[in-house]
């Protein structure tokens, strides 16, 4: 992978960010010429998505003299392109960032549209930036390497895509899961990117439209964090569990067509299994999700539901009693 944005860089002010795990696969890295530069390995973990670890990066950074013209290259999956690009955004008031993805998870979704951050109070995400990179090149062939789980973690952020967008939905519920990664996929992720892509342009602090991409994530972040005090869960599940609970909410206050809930709810059942919480954990996560980043207002439970396949309608606020109604009904399935 020949990355031609480097030359407008000076040698002495690149270093790169990369998971441990891919020391096992030193030809790709070999390939990449990344080694040229100076490399801090990281293990990647959602509980050392953390400012401890930002500082080591910015240690890092200023070891090696890198000026507000230098450049940070993230190589990782979502965990790492947080982490790397909000060490970037802040290190000298921002320096520039390029994630190069290695999991469908960081290549839908994490690696663009510049939303970095950190995990905070066990809650996710809840200190970060808007700091685009200054390119995100993706190389499909690492989806070989990546174990079933973590594919599947990708594809229920592409699901979320896909309830964005009706031909979209219609190709996802068409794709085998048993065979992957096949092929077609190259162009279903080419999709989720341009969908994307599209509303990002349209709103890139997330004033508006942008919300809609945070379907499924209300349910799905409270459902992550509780996870971390317990057994962690990939978040591509959570996102498939959120989106179960607010499709529920969707039916029950929007009216929306019951036919992508069903959907869903085989493709979780089949594909994902049932969420390990028990309604015992439903005020627990209740309460999580009222210090939820999304919220405008103390208390508030802020959701984006959708009225059909591809009509999503933000800002829906939601009782704490139709929260517990949705997380009761997955519970239930």
Request: aromatic share 8%; with cysteine.
């Amino acid at each position: 992978m020949e990355l031609e944005v480097l030359n407008k860089y000076e040698k002495g002010q690149i270093c790169v960010l990369a998971d441990k795990k891919l020391i096992r696969h030193p030809e790709w890295l070999a390939s990449t010429k990344l080694h040229d530069y100076p490399v801090m390995w990281i293990e990647v973990s959602e509980s050392g998505k953390s400012l401890e670890t930002v500082s080591k990066i910015w240690d890092f950074l200023f070891e090696h003299g890198i000026t507000r013209r230098g450049l940070l290259i993230c190589i990782g999956g979502g965990i790492l392109t947080d982490l790397g690009g909000f060490a970037a955004a802040t290190y000298k008031r921002g320096i520039d960032y390029i994630n190069i993805p290695t999991t469908l998870l960081a290549m839908i979704d994490a690696s663009t549209g510049g939303k970095t951050g950190i995990n905070y109070r066990g809650l996710k995400n809840s200190i970060g930036t808007f700091a685009p990179p200054v390119a995100v090149p993706i190389d499909p062939s690492w989806l070989s390497t990546l174990p079933a789980e973590q594919f599947l973690s990708g594809f229920g952020e592409m699901l979320k895509t896909g309830l964005l967008d009706e031909q979209l939905w219609s190709q996802l519920l068409q794709y085998d899961l048993e065979t992957m990664p096949t092929k077609g996929l190259n162009e279903l992720i080419e999709q989720c990117l341009a969908i994307k892509a599209r509303i990002v342009q349209e709103d890139p602090q997330e004033t508006g439209t942008r919300k809609v991409l945070n379907l499924g994530h209300t349910f799905g972040h409270a459902i992550e964090e509780i996870s971390f005090q317990q057994t962690a869960i990939h978040h591509g599940y959570a996102v498939v569990y959120g989106l179960i609970a607010e499709l529920y909410l969707s039916v029950v206050k929007l009216g929306c067509n019951k036919e992508p809930l069903q959907q869903l709810t085989q493709i979780m059942l089949h594909d994902y299994g049932k969420p390990q919480c028990k309604c015992s954990d439903v005020q627990t996560l209740v309460k999580l999700m009222q210090q939820d980043k999304k919220n405008e207002h103390a208390g508030q439970i802020n959701c984006t539901l959708l009225q059909a396949v591809g009509k999503p309608v933000i800002n829906q606020e939601i009782t704490e009693q139709e929260a517990v109604e949705a997380w009761e009904y997955l519970f239930s399935l």
